[in-house]
């Protein structure tokens, strides 16, 4: 089975910019979040999509916006870009029916997105 | 709302010791959870988990972690370590929130030394 696939790898954008990153889960798996990964804050949750619908969102600002399609796959955006934008952005799929509260079913992750901002 | 604290940022050691990866959580309701590992560049890849019963997990690689109640923890080991389990270790748990949202630490970073 395919693993989750995230384009482009890697990105160079200046400030004021947008930037959309794509993402591909799993086949079947119909739960996509999205992680932003530096060194100073570590790992933190942007959002999760589950069958086109936003489940849980971050505290991140507006310019961060994300969607998702009737195949699972999803993107994320970032309008307005800013230096401290710079990141590894992760995406990770999973089949998100564990059910229950949630929070238990295993997620496996792409190789990211490097996104430097100038 | 859930918290973990990876409580030492670097673990030098050398080929064959022994390693312990420290994580306390913070948790008002049971919690799920989980070990992941990231090499450099790439994505996480999980390393363990745990959900309820046993509170010794095993997990994939030699790495095996214990789950504490009382102590809120979930300490991660390995016996004896090699060169390539040189990476980035990360404890997390899950949020219980209604979706699958993680909550990490800061991450470990172990370096095997010959």
């Known amino acids: 089975k395919a693993g989750v696939t995230q384009t482009p790898r890697y990105l160079i954008k200046t400030r004021g910019q947008q930037v959309t990153l794509s993402c591909s889960p799993i086949?079947?798996?119909?739960?996509v979040s999205w992680y932003q990964q530096t060194p100073g804050q570590g790992l933190q949750f942007l959002f999760e999509?589950?069958?086109?619908?936003?489940?849980n969102k971050g505290n991140f600002p507006g310019r961060f916006s994300g969607r998702q399609f009737s195949n699972s796959r999803s993107e994320m955006n970032v309008s307005t870009l800013e230096l401290g934008d710079s990141a590894l952005y992760l995406c990770a799929s999973s089949t998100g029916l564990a059910g229950g509260p949630g929070g238990s079913d295993t997620q496996y992750f792409g190789p990211g997105t490097r996104l430097t901002v100038l | 709302a859930q918290s973990v604290t990876q409580l030492d940022s670097q673990v030098p050691v050398f080929e064959e010791a022994p390693v312990e990866l420290r994580c306390n959580y913070s948790?008002?309701?049971?919690?799920?959870l989980f070990w992941y590992v990231q090499y450099p560049n790439q994505g996480l890849q999980l390393l363990l988990k745990?959900?309820?019963?046993?509170?010794l997990v095993k997990g994939i690689n030699g790495f095996e972690a214990e789950f504490n109640k009382s102590q809120t923890s979930f300490h991660l080991r390995k016996p004896s370590v090699h060169i390539s389990d040189t990476a980035e270790y990360f404890c997390?748990?899950?949020?219980?929130?209604?979706?699958?949202?993680?909550?990490f630490g800061k991450g470990t970073k172990l370096t095997v030394n010959p």
């Open positions: 999509y589950f069958s086109e619908t936003q489940r």
């Open positions: 948790s008002s309701v049971s919690v799920y």
């Open positions: 997390a748990v899950g949020d219980q929130g209604g979706s699958e949202k993680l909550v």
């Open positions: 745990y959900l309820s019963g046993s509170t």
């Open positions: 086949s079947g798996h119909r739960s």
